[in-house]
């Protein structure tokens, strides 16, 4: 039972693109949602998180949005760099602790 | 070390062994969580830890598997009598505390194979 769904396992942009990442939830007691990035053999790191009293968050080229009655979240990065290339994963937390549950990832290659 | 720790890197053993997996969080983190990720799947909730006691262990998936942290420190993560569906990237996370909007900082992780 996927209760967070990353359905895009894969998607390239150019560089200087738009890359647009989506994910949908089920459980609508999910009340925060962050994105997570990963390079290969390293740890995913943080990259940015919304509550879900807001619908939109925004840091630097890093933009979340929220779709409550849709339950469907997005992270756009604009412009997309080489550098961005990893795997993002999408997290909902309905806890009142760090306990997330992560959807399987989308592969974001940016060619150059 | 600036960053959390995990060891070994990779391990591979038969099945039927049983393994120990280190985490060492970064310094004076209170909260402690282990994941895992097997192939194709998200990362799975394990178990939490705020200073040595482990007031979530849902998500652990049998008996075989237990946890412990000491010194509101170092986490082990041991699973007996290892099958092959244990196979996975076991990775250890530590924040400063358990509110959730405390960014929670991950270790490279522990790749798994049971042969």
């Known amino acids: 039972d996927q209760q967070v769904k990353q359905n895009s396992p894969s998607l390239s942009v150019q560089e200087g693109r738009i890359s647009i990442l989506n994910c949908d939830y089920t459980?609508?007691?999910?009340?925060?949602f962050l994105w997570y990035k990963k390079y290969p053999a390293e740890g995913p790191t943080f990259l940015i998180s919304?509550?879900?009293?807001?619908d939109k968050n925004e840091d630097g080229r890093f933009t979340v949005f929220l779709n409550k009655s849709a339950k469907h979240l997005s992270l756009h990065i604009v412009p997309s760099q080489p550098g961005d290339s990893a795997v993002y994963f999408c997290?909902?937390?309905?806890?009142?602790?760090?306990?997330?549950?992560f959807g399987t990832g989308t592969k974001l290659q940016v060619i150059p | 070390g600036a960053g959390v720790s995990q060891s070994p890197s990779n391990k591979v053993t038969e099945k039927g062994k049983d393994v120990e997996l280190r985490c060492d969080p970064i310094?004076?983190?209170?909260?402690l969580y282990w994941y895992r990720q097997s192939l194709g799947q998200g990362l799975e909730f394990l178990i939490y830890?705020?200073?040595?006691?482990?007031?979530?262990k849902s998500g652990l998936p049998s008996d075989r598997f237990s946890a412990e942290r000491t010194g509101g420190s170092v986490s082990t993560l041991t699973i007996q009598r290892t099958q092959q569906e244990d196979s996975a990237v076991y990775l250890c996370?530590?924040?400063?505390?358990?509110?959730?909007?405390?960014?929670?900082?991950f270790g490279q992780g522990t790749r798994l194979t049971v042969v």
């Open positions: 830890f705020q200073g040595n006691s482990a007031p979530d």
């Open positions: 310094s004076g983190h209170t909260a």
């Open positions: 919304i509550s879900s009293i807001k």
């Open positions: 459980n609508s007691m999910f009340d925060y």
């Open positions: 996370a530590s924040s400063q505390s358990q509110a959730r909007n405390t960014e929670a900082f």
């Open positions: 997290a909902a937390s309905s806890g009142g602790y760090q306990k997330v549950t």
